[in-house]
């Protein structure tokens, strides 16, 4: 299964761009063990409209246009369903034994993700309860992944 993330907002060089490439390229080099290939980071520039409502569906329209059809969405958000690493593992494991071709993680801009895209998402997942600014989110999520590897492929990484 073809793993992507999507997100609004650019992550510069630095520190945060750097731990973020070290998570995804451990999963990289991991994933093809149990059949998870990352295949793509897309950064989408934030839109410069006037209002929320209208910058969440710009964000959410461009998104769309990135995302491969049929992929299975998970959208991160605060209001989400929360997930230990194990059932986080579990969850990406199931889609890619069930044959979901891709899976695509979208983080949203300042003003979150529009409800028609939050709706179209198989899963709508926090990383706590806290607000985590989006640099920080894929720092968060590709940890997340290459732990979900190591768990569904026994490495001694992820410890209980």
Known sequence: ????????GRLKT????????RYLDRFAKAGPQCGLE????VELNESRAGNADTRKREEAQELSRQIPDGALI????????AFDSAEFAKF?????????RDMAFVIGGADGIDPDLRDRARLVL???KLTWP??????LIAEQLYRAVTILTGHPYHRV
């Open 14 to 21: 630095g520190p945060e761009k750097e731990l973020a490439s």
């Open 134 to 139: 989006h640099q920080l989110v894929r720092i």
């Open 92 to 100: 990406v494991g199931d889609a890619a034994d069930n044959g979901q």
């Open 126 to 128: 926090n990383l706590g």
């Open 74 to 81: 998970v959208v991160l958000d605060e209001r989400g369903k």
């Open 38 to 41: 990352f295949t793509r980071s």
């Open 1 to 8: 299964m073809k793993i992507g993330i999507y997100a609004v």
